[in-house]
């Protein structure tokens, strides 16, 4: 065996070399791996006993991807181009033996391979688009000459991870070798091309499923049709979509490769993939607590109690259920129980009815589900999260009971949005093992959870739970207890906001369009028309101060009624309302202010700004770790755009200095309700960003 350096190996096994890789934790194509690859090759192919190469990988997959914490940087040692050029040009048949995932720059290598094989537990994908980019090897290019035009659109612009079993379909992997037994296999198939003077297949080289598709631009608009809702605001699925049809209409595979090289420059430039690329990195250090280390002990969640059956109960037991994790429901009413049970089961079977379960996970979930109309049926879990209605009194009464029936260890939760944690952890004698555990709705589809740290919760029940947020497919963010914590804290500025443009002249349909056109899901108006205007309104105490109350008072609850802020049709399209419309100018007439047109850019500066403002607050106070953390709860809880990166990063595109100077005029014309952050004023003297804070 020779050693090429550090992570790259070269071994004779018999007449076949095999290069392996070994550079945790994914094999990413960092500059030392380059360097291993393009000298093993290169040794390999000088080699006269080696009839053939094989290039695989130690540890849990094949090559990853690239090293993304290179991008940007200059580059060191040989380019992946280097490496491609030598595999895909060597005089004998290169195979990549391929476990685990095979994407991004992963699988542009073993695009160059005349040969791949794979395990059955293997999965192959391009998710570039992901980090707002496209494949910069030759992917675009290699992809569709495989897989065909219409495949490699769906897994470029989606960055689906394939099965091997689909790959070996589509044509994109050779053979499947038994699992556990890949070296073995790859080195047979290697020693067969060579008995059979199998030949060196160039993928560069194969046209006949790009031929498939010349003169057919059909296929590329209806694709773009198809997507558009999808795609809307991110540069990248469209810059992939043109280079395949490079690919398809360019006379050599040259000039489809510099079509790629242009548009993957012009992507890594672009404001949208940096937000992305931060989103990424983001995410993943939302996982690091300062002062909470990575081997701080952690609580074994063998089986979890959830008080309350209502839609959020519901989502939250899914969670833990589809995890393999059983769950214990308790209500106090049985009608409300079956209820929600059944509503439980209906989820399930509408997600089977699509292909998504068999009707037997389906029953192997509900059967982990059990419920319960007594406290007392807690007394064994590792776990309780309780979901009822957002009333200190309630659940503080709920917490007395639970601290003499759970078991001395068990973490007592709460999924309050907002309430005062430290106030629920003093009715207990075990404060330090009370959290919040903030769901979104539905709990069984919203990826954030915001983890509440309170006063005197310990650092084990914050790892458990943090740990537990991952294996129920969680994106956690730890949080300190304020009104409405992190997400609603923030979201309250941009509601106030709202609603005081309406009433100086803005119509709701305004508001709405200038945030849906800044990347948002929907506006506020349109989100309270779905959620429904009568939450938390109650008819017998609305007396019209608002212009809600005067909305529910007509029946106008949202889309369930047909009307809201909107008039709706019988398939919920919504268009403007001039009932509202009445309704406003007649709140702006009896209030005596004069209404005004105001412009998009007003609307969203006075939506925007005071939500970067309070997030600047919250770091101030120390209830979030980073302005990343930030970011994170608002991509994953409350739609913000992923391609604007997050309040925070947003702030940091526009300048800490522009919040500042737009802050201080509006407080100026409008008051204290704008006063700039002292942290703000800070920053912007010192010339800081907010990811500085």
């Given at each position: 065996?020779?050693?090429?350096?550090?992570?790259?190996?070269?071994?004779?096994?018999?007449?076949?070399?095999?290069?392996?890789?070994?550079?945790?934790?994914?094999?990413?194509?960092?500059?030392?791996?380059?360097?291993?690859?393009?000298?093993?090759?290169?040794?390999?192919?000088?080699?006269?006993?080696?009839?053939?190469?094989?290039?695989?990988c130690d540890g849990r997959t094949f090559i990853a991807g690239a090293d993304i914490t290179e991008f940007g940087g200059a580059m060191a040692g040989p380019s992946l181009f280097d490496v491609?050029?030598?595999?895909?040009?060597?005089?004998?048949?290169?195979?990549?033996?391929?476990?685990?995932?095979?994407?991004?720059?992963?699988?542009?290598?073993?695009?160059?391979?005349?040969?791949?094989?794979?395990?059955?537990?293997?999965?192959?994908?391009?998710?570039?688009?992901?980090?707002?980019?496209?494949?910069?090897?030759?992917?675009?290019?290699?992809?569709?000459?495989?897989?065909?035009?219409?495949?490699?659109?769906?897994?470029?612009?989606?960055?689906?991870?394939?099965?091997?079993?689909?790959?070996?379909?589509?044509?994109?992997?050779?053979?499947?070798?038994?699992?556990?037994?890949?070296?073995?296999?790859?080195?047979?198939?290697?020693?067969?091309?060579v008995a059979e003077g199998k030949p060196l297949v160039r993928v560069r080289d194969n046209n006949a499923k790009l031929e498939a598709a010349k003169g057919k631009p059909e296929i590329f608009?209806?694709?773009?049709?198809?997507?558009?809702?999808?795609?809307?605001?991110?540069?990248?699925?469209?810059?992939?979509?043109?280079?395949?049809?490079?690919?398809?209409?360019?006379?050599?595979?040259?000039?489809?490769?510099?079509?790629?090289?242009?548009?993957?420059?012009?992507?890594?430039?672009?404001?949208?993939?940096?937000?992305?690329?931060?989103?990424?990195?983001?995410?993943?250090?939302?996982?690091?607590?300062?002062?909470?280390?990575?081997?701080?002990?952690?609580?074994?969640?063998?089986?979890?109690?959830?008080?309350?059956?209502?839609?959020?109960?519901?989502?939250?037991?899914?969670?833990?259920?589809?995890?393999?994790?059983?769950?214990?429901?308790?209500?106090?009413?049985?009608?409300?129980?079956?209820?929600?049970?059944g509503t439980i089961r209906k989820n399930y079977e509408r997600t089977a009815s699509r292909g998504g379960l068999t009707m037997d996970q389906v029953d192997a979930r509900m059967n982990l589900?059990?419920?319960?109309?007594?406290?007392?049926?807690?007394?064994?879990?590792?776990?309780?999260?309780?979901?009822?209605?957002?009333?200190?009194?309630?659940?503080?009464?709920?917490?007395?009971?639970?601290?003499?029936?759970?078991?001395?260890?068990?973490?007592?939760?709460?999924?309050?949005?907002?309430?005062?944690?430290?106030?629920?952890?003093?009715?207990?004698?075990?404060?330090?093992?009370?959290?919040?555990?903030?769901?979104?709705?539905?709990?069984?589809?919203?990826?954030?959870?915001?983890?509440?740290?309170?006063?005197?919760?310990?650092?084990?029940?914050?790892?458990?739970?943090?740990?537990?947020?991952?294996?129920?497919?969680?994106?956690?963010?730890?949080?300190?207890?304020?009104?409405?914590?992190?997400?609603?804290?923030?979201?309250?500025?941009?509601?106030?906001?709202?609603?005081?443009?309406?009433?100086?002249?803005?119509?709701?349909?305004?508001?709405?369009?200038?945030?849906?056109?800044?990347?948002?899901?929907?506006?506020?108006?349109?989100?309270?028309?779905?959620?429904?205007?009568?939450?938390?309104?109650?008819?017998?105490?609305?007396?019209?101060?608002?212009?809600?109350?005067?909305?529910?008072?007509?029946?106008?609850?949202?889309?369930?009624?047909?009307?809201?802020?909107?008039?709706?049709?019988?398939?919920?399209?919504?268009?403007?309302?001039?009932?509202?419309?009445?309704?406003?100018?007649?709140?702006?007439?009896?209030?005596?202010?004069?209404?005004?047109?105001?412009?998009?850019?007003?609307?969203?500066?006075?939506?925007?700004?005071?939500?970067?403002?309070?997030?600047?607050?919250?770091?101030?106070?120390?209830?979030?770790?980073?302005?990343?953390?930030?970011?994170?709860?608002?991509?994953?809880?409350?739609?913000?755009?992923?391609?604007?990166?997050?309040?925070?990063?947003?702030?940091?595109?526009?300048?800490?200095?522009?919040?500042?100077?737009?802050?201080?005029?509006?407080?100026?014309?409008?008051?204290?309700?704008?006063?700039?952050?002292?942290?703000?004023?800070?920053?912007?003297?010192?010339?800081?960003?907010?990811?500085?804070?």
């Amino acid at each position: 065996m020779a050693e090429i350096n550090a992570v790259t190996d070269l071994t004779l096994d018999g007449d076949v070399a095999v290069i392996t890789l070994n550079s945790p934790p994914v094999n990413a194509l960092s500059a030392k791996v380059r360097e291993g690859l393009h000298e093993g090759f290169k040794q390999a192919i000088a080699n006269d006993q080696a009839k053939a190469i094989v290039l695989i990988c130690d540890g849990r997959t094949f090559i990853a991807g690239a090293d993304i914490t290179e991008f940007g940087g200059a580059m060191a040692g040989p380019s992946l181009f280097d490496v491609q050029e030598m595999m895909e040009n060597a005089p004998k048949p290169v195979i990549a033996a391929i476990h685990g995932t095979a994407l991004g720059g992963g699988l542009e290598v073993a695009l160059v391979a005349h040969y791949r094989v794979a395990v059955p537990s293997a999965r192959f994908g391009l998710p570039e688009v992901n980090l707002g980019l496209l494949p910069g090897a030759g992917g675009t290019q290699r992809l569709p000459r495989v897989a065909g035009v219409e495949k490699a659109l769906e897994m470029m612009t989606s960055g689906r991870h394939a099965p091997a079993k689909e790959a070996l379909e589509m044509g994109l992997v050779d053979e499947l070798v038994e699992e556990g037994k890949l070296r073995e296999g790859a080195v047979a198939f290697a020693r067969k091309a060579v008995a059979e003077g199998k030949p060196l297949v160039r993928v560069r080289d194969n046209n006949a499923k790009l031929e498939a598709a010349k003169g057919k631009p059909e296929i590329f608009e209806n694709f773009r049709k198809a997507n558009a809702r999808k795609f809307r605001g991110f540069k990248a699925p469209e810059a992939n979509i043109k280079c395949v049809e490079a690919a398809v209409n360019s006379a050599t595979f040259e000039e489809g490769l510099a079509v790629e090289r242009k548009l993957f420059g012009e992507l890594m430039m672009s404001p949208e993939s940096a937000a992305q690329r931060y989103s990424f990195f983001a995410e993943r250090t939302a996982q690091k607590i300062p002062d909470v280390p990575d081997d701080t002990p952690t609580i074994p969640i063998m089986k979890v109690g959830i008080i309350g059956a209502g839609t959020m109960g519901g989502g939250i037991a899914m969670n833990f259920a589809n995890a393999g994790i059983p769950v214990t429901i308790v209500e106090i009413k049985q009608e409300a129980l079956e209820r929600g049970l059944g509503t439980i089961r209906k989820n399930y079977e509408r997600t089977a009815s699509r292909g998504g379960l068999t009707m037997d996970q389906v029953d192997a979930r509900m059967n982990l589900i059990q419920g319960a109309m007594e406290l007392e049926a807690l007394g064994d879990v590792d776990l309780v999260i309780e979901a009822v209605f957002e009333r200190m009194d309630i659940k503080k009464d709920i917490f007395t009971k639970l601290d003499a029936i759970c078991k001395p260890g068990a973490i007592l939760a709460t999924n309050t949005s907002g309430l005062d944690i430290d106030e629920i952890a003093s009715v207990t004698k075990r404060p330090e093992y009370v959290i919040g555990l903030h769901f979104f709705s539905p709990a069984n589809v919203m990826r954030l959870l915001e983890i509440v740290r309170a006063d005197k919760t310990s650092k084990e029940v914050i790892a458990t739970s943090m740990k537990l947020a991952k294996q129920i497919g969680k994106v956690a963010v730890l949080v300190g207890v304020c009104p409405g914590f992190v997400g609603n804290r923030i979201l309250g500025q941009r509601q106030r906001e709202a609603q005081k443009l309406v009433l100086e002249g803005a119509m709701p349909w305004d508001v709405d369009r200038v945030l849906y056109d800044f990347g948002f899901p929907m506006g506020p108006f349109a989100m309270s028309d779905l959620a429904g205007l009568d939450i938390g309104w109650v008819k017998e105490k609305s007396k019209g101060e608002s212009i809600r109350d005067v909305l529910c008072e007509m029946d106008r609850r949202g889309q369930k009624t047909g009307a809201g802020y909107y008039d709706y049709d019988e398939n919920r399209t919504a268009k403007p309302s001039p009932v509202t419309e009445q309704i406003i100018n007649d709140f702006i007439k009896k209030s005596g202010a004069n209404p005004r047109k105001i412009d998009d850019q007003e609307i969203l500066e006075r939506c925007i700004y005071p939500m970067i403002n309070e997030g600047v607050k919250i770091l101030e106070e120390g209830k979030a770790i980073r302005a990343s953390d930030i970011d994170v709860v608002w991509q994953n809880g409350y739609g913000w755009p992923v391609y604007r990166g997050g309040p925070m990063h947003y702030g940091d595109q526009i300048g800490p200095a522009k919040v500042l100077e737009k802050m201080k005029e509006f407080q100026a014309k409008m008051g204290d309700a704008f006063k700039p952050a002292p942290l703000l004023e800070k920053a912007v003297a010192e010339g800081k960003k907010f990811a500085d804070l």
